[in-house]
């Protein structure tokens, strides 16, 4: 399973929301790039960055932060937040980002994003979802639809998508442990997806479990920035 560490961005700065929420936002440290080259320095191979500007905005807003990280890191970076026109899907593909989380656009055009999975390939894009009680949310967490993960998610396997991350709102930020019952749902429902697991990770006995039940990968925020998991620790899960 691969481990993947998380720096979320607001204005420059690494931060954490609690539950996906602004007004619950922690600023852990001044310069981004100085924290992905720790996780690079500790053998860490990849990276989830997220612009949460840009995930409220609904446009990619920290571009400095990614052109540093992709310059100055040897990192594979998946990257979201705000993403939702073709020419921010080519820059950041120029960039060399690995992968482009797509989230609120999936819901509500998902004909663009089928698209995007034909045209640039369906190894460079994660559907990237947030869940309350396996509804999909959008807007940066702020609205839910009526729609299932599940059925989101079926409406792109047959454009070729691969890879899915899902969040559990209800245990972002909590430390609480994530919601294994839903990975093990989504793993029998949607068994050809690559699932990542994201929200509440807190230990590496979470860990150590999300790769029992076969996960692909998970992605690691808080845990690492309260000193709940150590770098060291990541290396041999």
């Not at 852990?28 to 100085?34: G, S, V």
């Not at 299932?148 to 930020?173: M, N, P």
């Not at 990542?196 to 479990?209: M, N, P, Q, R, V």
């Not at 770098?231 to 899960?237: G, R, S, Y």
Request: glycine letters at 8%.
């Amino acid at each position: 399973m691969k481990i993947i560490p998380a720096i979320d961005i607001i204005k420059g700065k690494c931060v954490r929301l609690t539950q996906g929420d602004y007004g619950k936002m922690k600023v852990y440290r001044e310069d981004p790039l100085e924290v992905a080259r720790e996780f690079e320095e500790a053998d860490l191979e990849y990276l989830h960055l997220v612009d949460l500007d840009g995930a409220r905005k609904g446009k990619v807003v920290n571009w400095s932060v990614i052109e540093d990280i992709q310059e100055h890191t040897a990192l594979k970076v998946d990257f979201g937040g705000g993403v939702k026109s073709e020419p921010e899907v080519e820059h950041l593909l120029e960039l060399g980002i690995d992968q482009i989380n797509i989230g609120s656009l999936a819901v509500r055009e998902p004909a663009t994003f089928s698209e995007w999975l034909r045209k640039y390939g369906s190894e460079n894009f994660i559907l990237s979802v947030d869940v309350n009680d396996e509804m999909v949310l959008t807007n940066g967490s702020a609205e839910q639809t009526s729609l299932t993960i599940y059925e989101l998610a079926a409406r792109f396997e047959q454009d070729g998508l691969k890879y899915l991350t899902c969040t559990d709102i209800t245990s972002d930020g909590m430390l609480e442990g994530p919601n294994f019952g839903l990975y093990k749902k989504l793993k029998k429902k949607l068994p050809k997806l690559k699932l990542i697991a994201s929200g509440g990770i807190s230990s590496t006995e979470d860990l150590a479990e999300l790769a029992y039940i076969n996960m692909h990968a998970a992605i690691v925020g808080k845990a690492i920035y309260e000193q709940k998991i150590k770098l060291q620790d990541l290396k041999n899960i």
